[in-house]
């Protein structure tokens, strides 16, 4: 799979993905001091930045495989520095990139707009809450409560995930610094059209 990647998107991804590694585990605190406020839905309104390097990296790299393994080497990442989940936290990034991914794949990897970058943070919504549904206990909750968890995660995933991975994205794209990268040259080429 990353045979025909350059050194320099495998460096990026690795980059963005350790630096989400840290962004995830900081944002299990946030979500642990929320739901001590109002209970287990409190993760599901922040649920996207947990999908957000594998819309980042994808869209920036734009290569088959961008965003399950950004996704797993977050966890990765986010277990050595200490999630009490353990090993357990790596399936469930496999799992939430493979959810992005699917998106692109859907595309042929052709398609980088804000749509598909939302539907990717969707795929990994609802990947993930499939995952989470049986690993996570959802079954103890009323019908009512899971579907509005499911809801806040759809929006959580599009929004946080695809509209401020896109946001982020553009931010680097504007400064110059993804120069060389498929974006760039993805950009240039909507530019002559």
């Known amino acids: 799979m990353l045979k025909s990647w350059k050194l320099k998107e ?20 946030v979500g642990n001091i929320w739901s001590g406020f109002i209970g287990p ?12 390097v594998s819309i980042i990296c994808m869209y920036i790299i734009r290569k088959p495989g961008a965003a399950v393994i950004s996704e797993t080497i977050a966890a990765a990442v986010e277990v050595l520095l200490g999630n009490a989940v353990g090993p357990r936290l790596i399936l469930a990034g496999v799992i939430q990139g493979l959810g992005a991914e699917a998106a692109f794949a859907a595309t042929r990897y052709r398609r980088f707009d804000i749509w598909v970058l939302m539907l990717a943070g969707v795929g990994a919504s609802v990947f993930s809450f499939v995952y989470g549904y049986f690993m996570g206990g959802f079954t103890v909750f009323s019908t009512g409560y899971v579907l509005l968890m499911f809801g806040l995660r759809i929006v959580s995933g ?6 401020g991975g896109k946001a982020v994205v553009d931010g680097l794209l504007a400064t110059g610094s993804l120069r060389g990268y498929a974006i760039t040259r993805s950009k240039k080429g909507e530019a002559r059209a």
Do not use: D
């Open 10 to 29: 495998v460096v990026l991804m690795s980059l963005f993905s350790v630096v989400f590694g840290i962004v995830y585990l900081l944002f299990l605190h």
């Open 41 to 52: 839905i409190a993760y599901e309104w922040i649920f996207g930045i947990w999908f957000i």
């Open 158 to 163: 599009a929004m946080i995930a695809g509209v």
